[in-house]
């Protein structure tokens, strides 16, 4: 599976995003899809998920401010982002995993996220 990930930018405190995903190389509607992101000598921490029936779950610190939507029309998956915080700040990466490996195993190459206060 082939992914990229666009979408990202330096925003103002408060402000939305909307981060994309188009996915190739695999029937989309049976990937499993989620974003990951990254901050610089941290661990990647998962932002949140949705599965090929469009049940969604997120990180404890995204939850309620993010959203995750996929298009199985146009092979995307999308993040909107919303209340940005400087703590945000970070690549994002969008992953995906399929029915025999159940684990995301391919990523895209990441979209930097700065925000400012």
């Known amino acids: 599976v082939q992914l990229q990930a666009s979408g990202g930018g330096l925003v103002q405190v408060g402000d939305s995003l909307r981060l994309s995903c188009r996915a190739s190389?695999?029937?989309?509607?049976?990937?499993?899809l989620g974003w990951y992101r990254q901050i610089p000598g941290k661990e990647r921490e998962f932002v949140g998920g949705?599965?090929?029936?469009?049940?969604?779950d997120y990180g404890d610190s995204v939850q309620g401010r993010f959203t995750i939507s996929r298009d199985n029309a146009k092979n995307s998956v999308y993040l909107q982002m919303n209340s940005l915080k400087p703590e945000d700040t970070a690549v994002y990466y969008c992953a995906a995993k399929t029915i025999l490996t159940g684990r995301y195993t391919s990523w895209g190459q990441g979209t930097l996220v700065t925000v400012s206060s």
């Open positions: 190389g695999h029937p989309f509607s049976r990937l499993g």
């Open positions: 949705i599965s090929r029936g469009g049940t969604t």
